[in-house]
């Protein structure tokens, strides 16, 4: 049986990064982290390098 739950867009975290091979960037300025509704508004995450970043994986934040 599967179930599917609908969660807030908030409680979503996107997780994307930079792969470009000579990025110099720090490691934390090269990893983003974003709720589930950013991306309409802000379209693909960018590494300061000024690359497009890839997508990574997704956390769902669920109450205990
Ligand atoms: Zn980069």
Sequence with gaps: ???IIKVNPE???TIWR???PTCECELEES???VPADWYQDNGTP???CGNDMT???TFVTIEA
Excluded: F, L
């Design 46 to 48: 960018q590494c300061p």
């Design 55 to 57: 997508y990574s994986e």
């Design 11 to 13: 409680d979503v975290i």
């Design 1 to 3: 049986m599967t179930n």
């Design 31 to 33: 990893i983003a982290e």
């Design 18 to 20: 930079c792969v470009d």
